[in-house]
């Protein structure tokens, strides 16, 4: 006899009995047999049963049960087959018949299998201490296979590894492999949604208490509408004879110094901003001829001085009133436009903006624009009473002396008229200075002919201890534009102004160009450390970008290169020793552009990337409480202590004109004009076509050829290696002017005196 062992499969305890179950026993005279077997594990094979003859019977019999053995069984499919799972202790065979009965023939005894069992227990321990003995050889076997394979697989993923991990720093330190790295600052961080929901709940909370704080000021600054115009200081100045050894008096706290900033200047040493702080103390306390000058450059973010504008009143209100400042001498675009002056043009002036790139010799004025003419071109320029304070005690003509130079006509109140020869032996930057007693007045500029005349703006101020904030607009131009600027030229701007702070909130346009964030840094770089050369006494700022905006359905996210563009102005910021004003974060980070558009009144513009009236108030408060804490918190660490605020070094002379290009009163120029109509003929030609062809002839030669060349051709062409790459003209080139959205909203409450279309009219990034 032998032995089947049974083994449990996936579909549960299969036995030779459960397949019994389900038999045919046809083949072994069991036909009519309905056999029912629960669980058995071992079957021990007997002898074939015999046929039995059938056996008529009046009744039924009843077999209790029947012991069969069986040697083998052949299945066909066991799909059919239904397991149940075995009971504790194997029932015996019974086999039932309602029909006949089929007698049990031999009986098998329980004596029998006892012994059989045994001898087979015995057969069995034999050969399991053999089995045992075999396994053990080949467990032993079996490590050593493992430790060779383990060994080969170490051998040859472990370099693979290291070559990965090397390959993975590599494209993370080199820049030139930023194209290949897996992973970038602004890609989803990899599960997050698995692993970073608790901490995306407390970001969440931050962002909403972040929010709200940001809607409580906001609220708090429009309650206040408009700010009226800042009045003059009520303590009169304090006449120092020495300035320069002057003792700055304690800091006196003033109403509003205790109000916290709601997004705070980064100071990554701690002093960037420290000179700048002396002035400010020096103005505070209103020694005599404390002015603090401030020069802000930017893109169309400050195109109508909305932003500029807002900070100047508020920093005028708390430390005096010094004026307007400067003010170009034309619009060079319709974006160019400073409502707290009266200003009025006739259009005739032609303009040299710096964005062109249309002066080789990077000679464009401290606002970035040149204008000209050879007779007939005017302008004013007056206080606005209704959106400062209207006082003016000192009005000062920027302008150039060149070979063939002609004459400007100057006049202030309709009064006497004044005359300045430019014509000089070489190219050469002048003022001219108009005092007046403190009040509303009107300067008047115009060329008078006789050849051609180069003027680059005016500013107004005031002779009083307190602010003065230039608002230099370069609408549309990239942030490296600015580098444009001839530096021995700005140096010589920059001097005249006794600027103690420069401003830069460029990065708009930039947004647009194809360029890495690293080419970006290196540009930006540049400009500063140019300015910085030109004035190594002025200490710097830079503003970061305004949030811009994209439409996804129906929510608007930030642009993605918005954050990246800020860190990367943060990083110049840092290396060029300027603070660091985060405008992006100020405004409340991501989406917050949504947000601005979204709520009532809007704060941010139909393109999403300029801010309305409204928003320039709330901007400019939040740039005025960042620069006042800082100075709240300069005071109390310089006050008492050998780190006094420095004094202002003595303004440089002017340089003296020629004596044939002095200022000449109307009396000294009656020998060249007679009269009235004789002047005026001589500003101007007899009518309006004479006065078009004089003055087209004259820029068709050398003047023509650099304002009114295709903007290609000027940013390219005459630039040369600047640009060598082909595939960066198309980035490259400037990004057409068109009026800032703010510049509507402006335009309804604040319409310009004069029509302010400009054929030269220039386009900002986002409708380029």
Known sequence: MSKSQHQKGPQGLLNVHELMAKLDLAKDGAEDLEIEVDELDTVEAVEPVEPVEPVEVDEPVEVESVEVEVESVEVESVDELEVDEPPADPPAVVAKSTDEAVPAEGPTARGDEDEDEEEDEDDDDEDDDEYEDDDEEEEEDDDDDEDKVRWQTTGSVGPAMIVAALSLIAVYAVPALEFARPLKPDDPVPFWNLIGRPFDQELAAEEQERNDELEDFTQEVLAADDPPPPKPKVKQPVRVVQEVDAKVPEYEPQPG???????????????????????????????????????????????????????????????????????????????????????RENKKWGNCFIIFKCREDGRYGLGGVTSRSIGGAQSSFAPSQKHSSGLVSKFELWYAAQPAGGQLRVRVDKGEKQYIKTANSSFEDRWETFEVEDGYHELEVRAAGGGKVR??????????????????????????????????????????????????????????????????????????????????????????PLDHGERKGA??????????????????????????????????????????????????????????????????????????????????????????????????????????????????????????????????????????????????????????????????????????????????????????????????????????????????????
């Not at 705070?264 to 404390?290: I, K, M, N, P, T």
């Not at 021995?488 to 947004?511: E, I, K, W, Y």
Request: net charge negative; with cysteine; hydrophobic share 35%.
């Open 257 to 343: 110094d205790e109000k916290p900033a709601v997004q705070a200047l980064e100071l990554f040493r701690g002093d960037e901003l420290d000179r700048f702080y002396g002035a400010l103390a020096r103005s505070d306390a209103s020694l005599e001829g404390a002015i603090t000058r401030v020069v802000h450059w930017g893109d169309s973010a400050i195109g109508i001085d909305g932003i500029p504008g807002a900070i100047r009143r508020r920093m005028q209100t708390r430390f005096g009133d010094s004026g307007h400042g400067f003010h170009a001498i034309a619009q060079p675009n319709t974006s160019y436009r400073h409502r707290e002056v009266e200003f």
């Open 455 to 544: 003027v680059y703006g005016v500013t107004m101020e005031r002779e009083v201890p307190g602010v003065v904030w230039d608002s230099l607009a370069l609408v549309g131009a990239f942030t490296k534009r600015l580098g444009e600027l001839d530096e021995d030229h700005l140096r010589g701007q920059l001097s005249r102004r006794q600027a103690d702070l420069a401003v830069f909130t460029f990065g708009g346009n930039d947004m647009i160009r194809k360029i890495s964030m690293q080419t970006y840094i290196d540009e930006y770089r540049a400009v500063v450390q140019k300015v910085r050369r030109a004035r190594p006494a002025m200490d710097c700022l830079v503003m970061a």
């Open 555 to 768: 929510r608007i996210v930030s642009r993605d290169v918005v954050p990246r563009m800020v860190e990367a102005q943060r990083q110049v910021a840092e290396a060029e020793g300027c603070a660091f004003f985060d405008t992006f974060q100020a405004m409340g980070g991501e989406g917050s552009a949504g947000r601005w558009y979204k709520r009532s009144p809007r704060l941010i513009g139909g393109d999403l990337s300029h801010a309305t009236s409204k928003g320039h108030q709330v901007i400019g408060e939040l740039v005025y409480r960042a620069l006042l804490r800082g100075y709240v918190d300069f005071r109390e660490r310089t006050d008492g202590t050998d780190a006094a605020p420095p004094a202002k070094p003595p303004e440089p002379e002017p340089t003296a004109p020629d004596e044939e290009a002095a200022v000449k009163p109307t009396d000294e120029a009656a020998g060249e004009l007679t009269d009235e109509a004789g002047d005026e003929a001589a500003d101007e030609p007899t009518d309006e076509a004479g006065d078009a062809a004089d003055e087209l002839t004259d820029e068709t030669g050398d003047e023509a050829r650099d304002e009114l060349t295709d903007e290609a051709d000027s940013d390219d062409a005459r630039d040369g290696p600047e640009e060598p790459a082909a595939d960066e003209d198309a980035e490259d080139s400037e990004p057409p002017a068109a009026e800032d959205p703010g510049v509507a909203a402006q335009a309804a409450e604040d319409p310009p005196t004069t029509p302010a279309e400009d054929p030269e009219a220039s386009a900002d990034e986002d409708n380029s």
